[in-house]
């Protein structure tokens, strides 16, 4: 699984921050900003779902259980570089921007989405590469999250039916 959406993040000009557990958080516009980063990243989740899709065909053939994935991505600064302290220090993307993605990835489950965006991601990847981008996408109802004053708007793109599993 690591293989194939790690494959898709760097096929789309992405960088790998860290594997946590089943999850893989991935950055788009680091170490240096580009003029696509969103548009990347909405295509990096399109091409993680499609990967998936296919490799579930072939698990399904042998008869083995499918494998469901949640995205989440927002756009927005972020601090780079060395985090943490004497003993232990880790490169890596850190702040709101980060959090708020994590908690757009958690929501896709109650959400029945396969994808989450955030509004000024989406905002953002249409000025960078038109409206297309969002194909597939649907507005959702503002989400209240964690330590945010205001509730955030979003993109979802629903998850297929014909993918869902038992978890």
């Given at each position: 699984?690591?293989g ?18 089943d ?13 696509r ?17 296919a490799?579930n065909g ?30 232990r ?7 709101d921007?980060?959090n708020?993605?994590?908690r757009?990835?958690?929501?896709t ?31 959702g109802?503002p ?10 708007d ?7 039916q ?6």
């Open positions: 699984c690591h194939r959406l790690g494959k898709a993040v760097f096929d789309h000009g992405g960088t790998i921050d860290k594997y946590i557990g999850a893989i958080m991935a950055t788009f516009g680091t170490p240096r900003a580009g003029d980063d969103a548009a990347n990243a909405v295509d990096c989740a399109h091409a993680m779902a499609a990967a998936i899709a490799w072939e698990r399904a053939a042998r008869g083995l259980p499918l494998v469901e994935i949640g995205i989440g991505l927002h756009y927005g600064p972020a601090v780079l570089g060395d985090i943490g302290g004497e003993g220090l880790e490169y890596t993307v850190i702040g921007t980060v708020v993605a994590s757009l990835d958690g929501a489950r109650a959400l029945g989405a396969e994808i989450v965006i955030s509004d000024a991601l989406a905002r953002r990847a249409c000025a960078e590469d038109g409206d297309a981008v969002l194909d597939g996408f649907v507005a109802e989400q209240t999250l964690r330590n945010r004053a205001a509730p955030l979003i993109w979802i793109r629903p998850r297929p014909d993918r869902l599993t038992e978890a």
